[in-house]
């Protein structure tokens, strides 16, 4: 047999271990992803009969009644409140956390948060200021309603928040639905643990189904 035939199928065998490789590695790497997606097939509405208002989520989420605490994220009832604001912490609805000693991302959370006020002087500046910008407010109607959107955007030391507030006065009450993620973007080494940014986006997309259930019931 000519060292030409020998190359060849030499080539071949390669090509042959290569594409089985493929077909092995390649659906390992989407299940994370196609679960990400699943997760909102089948929603659950959440009423609240107190303060008028009703809002979806994926029926495998927990809702919680108090916030979490993460870098450049408090627990007060808007991001970004200051201690002189006044306000209550009604929902949040939790897609994604996840924390790692070794792996990207360090921590990483994606969630709806729903807080109110009725303090008049918050409400005075509700619909026009931000902490996070200077910049007017973009309006979007979800569901009849006429809402006044924020970005919320910080970030430092490898860490960052990132989202939108979407607040509305209805009833004399401020309301506050706020989408958001927040995380470490610091990387070591590649580790097999790594979750893709890919699927920490289809998360956090997620997050903006729930924010266009939101209605009222009155």
């Not at 659906?27 to 107190?50: C, E, F, R, S």
């Not at 870098?71 to 007060?76: A, E, G, K, V, W």
Request: glycine share 4%; proline share 6%.
């Amino acid at each position: 047999m000519s060292n030409r035939i020998k190359n060849i199928l030499l080539w071949i065998f390669i090509v042959l271990i290569l594409a089985v490789a493929a077909a092995y590695l390649v659906p390992k790497a989407w299940p994370n992803k196609k679960k990400a997606q699943a997760a909102t097939d089948q929603l659950i509405t959440h009423v609240n009969n107190t303060y008028g208002f009703s809002v979806s989520y994926p029926k495998n989420r927990n809702p919680e009644t108090t916030f979490h605490k993460y870098p450049f994220l408090n627990d007060s009832w808007i991001a970004g409140a200051t201690e002189e604001s006044k306000g209550k912490a009604l929902l949040c609805i939790p897609i994604f956390r996840v924390t790692n000693d070794d792996s990207y991302p360090r921590y990483w959370n994606s969630e709806v948060r729903i807080g109110i006020t009725t303090d008049s002087h918050v409400l005075h500046t509700f619909l026009t200021r931000s902490i996070y910008t200077n910049i007017p407010p973009k309006q979007e109607i979800i569901n009849g309603i006429t809402f006044h959107v924020f970005p919320i955007q910080e970030a430092g030391m490898m860490k960052f928040l990132s989202g939108y507030s979407y607040r509305t006065i209805h009833n004399g009450i401020g309301y506050a639905v706020e989408q958001m993620k927040t995380g470490s973007i610091h990387r070591d080494a590649i580790s097999p643990k790594d979750i893709p940014d890919s699927v920490l986006d289809v998360y956090f997309d997620q997050t903006t189904a729930i924010v266009k259930s939101f209605q009222f019931i009155d």
